[in-house]
């Protein structure tokens, strides 16, 4: 049975476009990946899908529930707590046709809500609050008015999480999240119980999550089976016969056209049919070619001594030490990525690296020769009243591409600005639009080293391969912070992490530093087990009861009282290790899809059996030995 079935979705802004014929069906067991490069209409598509925006042609069907996440969320209520808690308003619902049903006496309805309860949990708070912390939303007082936009995308993926919808559409979850968190993300959507159409930049999330990948090229929708790395092949086949096909169009066009500018016009059937052919042949719209732009950002420095270092650098706000006696030496021709949790400081630090932040001790010292280039998170450093041409050429009509004098048109051209748009005010500009102006600008500014705070966001994938080589071939020092894993796993050379206690640790790779912090965490979680050990398990809170009468234990529930304290250890340390190998990108790896749904299956169903457990300890407690 389908949730969803779109076919023949048309859509135009004015007299451009956007899609031309899309459709899509989805089952309740369907992952789709949705691709395609900036501009193409996904975000238009899904927003038409969720039922956001009208399409102007084409036929949508749904059944069951669904949520969706906007790169731009609006959201209830006025406080972070009050707008996810709106979100499980079905749970509520839930419970209370459990009780109106127990209260009229209808057994079959009871007892069908009560399966489904006992399948979701009695409880959802501690979901609730799960979820929150995860995602480090900002306090549950908060106010929404308050909120950034990074923070607002994070309540609002909350919030369609905890829906638990049949079908979940998610627009670049990944935005916002550092990489703990999208490892997080990424096992919970692998288990997912629904179905999930979601729009992403992240490689390793469209590997692990998506069954099937749908492209929107040129308008219309082409489905690809199996995995992203699965697509990517077929689709270069695909294409590759497309670019013959349209080779041999254009030059049987050729041939036919020379035929009729040298052949007298003619009234005979056969002549007037090949004509007619002709025309046919014209009229067949052609093939999209792929469009790439050369990304160069060499700067022709000669390598020497270091660029740029930190000895013992220390940067505090208030009581809170963000970075404590951190060193680090930064080279030329080497590309350092900057990882840690939200909040643990890595902006700070580029801000101390760019000059921007003054540290309150320690010492600085920058290379003679040192220029250094920024491309934060926010896309600033451009004037959105200017014009594409004027933003890209500061005013002028040439600009310096290495030694050469270029023409402003010539270039934005490389950079898949046509010629239409160089009018265009820069605040008309899309998110990925205005990462490729600041891209373009990066290059002709000729800096040794480049500061980048989340370079990924909003690109296409394409666009992300492209930064991905120039960055590969750069001859300066890149700095990046970003949540992408594979970008962080392809270019850096290195890593250094930070914790939040104001410690900066280097290591050669980002595997390294997840090695170490899953060893850390399970070092951790073992002495908690050991310190669990030495005393009983307290009770959970749970809603009180009616009185009952008490009576002794029997010789066996004496037995299962005495063991429910290691039982109840080793579920919730199960429980742990399950969470941990969810996390581990090791368990994404080909071949392992079916200890990845056993593992899935295991997260889903361990809440409720400590549950059980701590139940079964409070009733026998209750009980006289």
């Known amino acids: 049975m389908h949730l969803l079935h779109a076919s023949g979705i048309e859509k135009a802004f004015g007299d451009r476009a956007v899609l031309r014929g899309c459709s899509l069906a989805l089952t309740a067991t369907d992952r789709v990946g949705l691709v395609g490069v900036n501009g193409s209409g996904k975000s238009t598509f899904l927003k038409i899908l969720a039922g956001a ?56 309805a009871a007892g069908s809500l009560q399966d489904r309860l006992d399948r979701e949990g009695w409880s959802i708070a501690h ?96 489905a690809y089976d199996g995995s992203y790395t699965d697509s990517l092949l077929e689709r270069a086949e695909r294409r590759a016969k497309a670019a013959r096909k349209e080779d041999q169009r254009l030059a049987l066009i050729a041939r036919e056209a020379e035929w009729a500018a040298r052949s007298p016009a003619a009234r005979s059937t056969k002549q007037k049919a090949r004509l007619q052919r002709l025309d046919a042949l014209k009229a067949i719209r052609p093939i999209k070619r792929e469009e790439e732009f050369q990304l160069d950002l060499r700067t022709g420095h000669r390598k020497g001594g270091p660029l740029l270092e930190l000895h013992g650098v220390r940067k505090a706000f208030g009581d809170r030490v963000i970075l404590d006696g951190v060193d680090i030496v930064l080279r030329a021709g080497e590309t350092v990525g900057i990882v840690g949790p939200n909040g643990a400081g890595k902006s700070t630090l580029l801000s101390v690296l760019r000059g921007a932040l003054a540290p309150d001790a320690g010492t600085i010292q920058r290379a003679p020769r040192q220029q250094v280039a920024v491309l934060d998170q926010h896309r600033t450093g451009l004037d959105d009243d200017a014009s594409v041409w004027e933003a890209a050429g500061d005013g002028n009509d040439h600009v310096t591409v290495g030694e050469r004098s270029v023409h402003v048109a010539t270039f934005l051209g490389r950079f898949q600005f046509p010629r239409e748009v160089h009018g265009q005010k820069v605040a008309a500009l899309s998110g990925g639009e205005r990462a490729r102006l600041l891209l373009a600008r990066l290059m002709l500014q000729g ?75 399970a070092t951790e979680a073992a002495a908690e087990a050991s310190r669990r050990a030495r005393r009983a398990p307290a009770p959970a809170p749970r809603r009180r009861q009616a009185p009952r009468v008490r009576t002794r234990r029997s010789f066996k529930e004496n037995q299962e009282y005495a063991a429910l304290p290691a039982r109840i250890e080793a579920a919730e340390l199960e429980q742990e290790q399950v969470a941990a190998a969810l996390s581990s990108p090791e368990t994404y790896q080909p071949g392992g899809e079916d200890a990845l749904a056993a593992l899935s299956a295991r997260a889903q169903a361990l809440p409720a059996e400590i549950d059980a457990l701590y139940a079964r300890w409070e009733a026998l407690e209750a009980l006289d030995a």
């Not at 669904?66 to 406080?79: D, I, K, N, V, Y």
């Not at 992403?200 to 590997?207: K, V």
């Open 127 to 222: 979901k609730v609050d799960a979820v929150m912390a995860r995602l480090g939303l900002p306090p549950g007082d908060a106010s929404l008015d308050r909120l950034s936009g990074g923070e607002r995308r994070r309540v609002a993926l909350a919030r369609a999480l905890l829906q638990q919808p049949d079908l979940l559409l998610l627009d670049e979850p990944t935005n916002h999240l550092d990489a703990e968190t999208c490892e997080w993300l990424q096992g919970m959507l692998a288990g997912w119980r629904g179905a999930v159409l979601l729009v992403t930049h992240d490689r390793y999330l469209l590997e692990a999550v998506a069954n099937r990948i749908v492209e929107v090229e040129d308008g219309q929708t082409v």
């Open 53 to 108: 925006l009208e399409a102007d042609h084409g036929r949508l069907d749904r059944s069951g529930t669904w949520a969706l996440l906007h790169q731009e969320p609006r959201l209830p209520g006025g406080t972070v707590r009050a707008s996810v808690e709106a979100a499980v308003g079905w749970h509520r619902e839930l419970l209370a046709r459990y009780e109106a049903a127990m209260s009229a006496g209808d057994d079959d």
């Open 447 to 521: 800096a040794n080293v480049l500061l980048l705070d989340e370079p990924t966001n909003d690109l296409d994938l394409l666009t992300l391969q492209i930064l991905e080589a120039a960055l590969m071939d750069y001859d300066g020092c890149a700095v990046v912070v970003t949540h992408d894993r594979a970008f962080l796993d392809r270019v850096c050379d290195r890593v250094v992490a930070l914790d939040g206690d104001g410690t900066v640790v280097g290591y050669a790779s980002r595997l390294q530093h997840l090695a170490a912090r899953e060893q850390k965490q």
